[in-house]
Nanobody, 124 residues
Framework: QVQLVESGGGLVQPGGSLRLSCKASGRTFSSRTMGWFRQAPGKERNLVAT???????SYVGSVKGRFTISRDNVKTTVDLQMNNLEPADTAEYYC??????????????????WGQGTQVTVSS
């Protein structure tokens, strides 16, 4: 099992940037796909980006070109750099670890470990 703790959320103006970080504990971090999800008020939680154990990335269309997911398997961290933020990006952001080793998929049920979330608010 992997334990996850997010940090880095906050209030930012439209067009601004934030960097979210997720610190993982557990021996299998480097063997798992990691994901960032978000949930806006009154809406379902949705995938934002994933990164495989060997660094391949994928993004939901609305954040492509603005967000970058990265990982450091030595430090056991996964980050989400968010640029050119929009009010529509306002949400609680969650880090998650895939339930299987060396497997990539994007369904929420495929992710077994979740952080507590960090709030991102984009507003002028």
């Amino acid at each position: 099992q992997v334990q996850l703790v997010e940090s880095g959320g906050g209030l930012v103006q439209p067009g601004g940037s934030l960097r979210l970080s997720c610190k993982a504990s557990g021996r299998t971090f480097s063997s798992r796909t990691m994901g960032w999800f978000r949930q806006a008020p009154g809406k379902e939680r949705n995938l934002v980006a994933t990164i495989t154990w060997d660094g391949r990335t994928s993004y939901v269309g609305s954040v492509k070109g603005r967000f970058t997911i990265s990982r450091d398997n030595v430090k056991t961290t996964v980050d989400l750099q968010m640029n050119n933020l929009e009010p529509a990006d306002t949400a609680e952001y969650y880090c998650a670890a895939h339930r299987q080793l060396f497997t990539w998929s994007t369904g929420q049920r495929d992710f077994a470990s979740w952080g507590q979330g960090t709030q991102v608010t984009v507003s002028s």
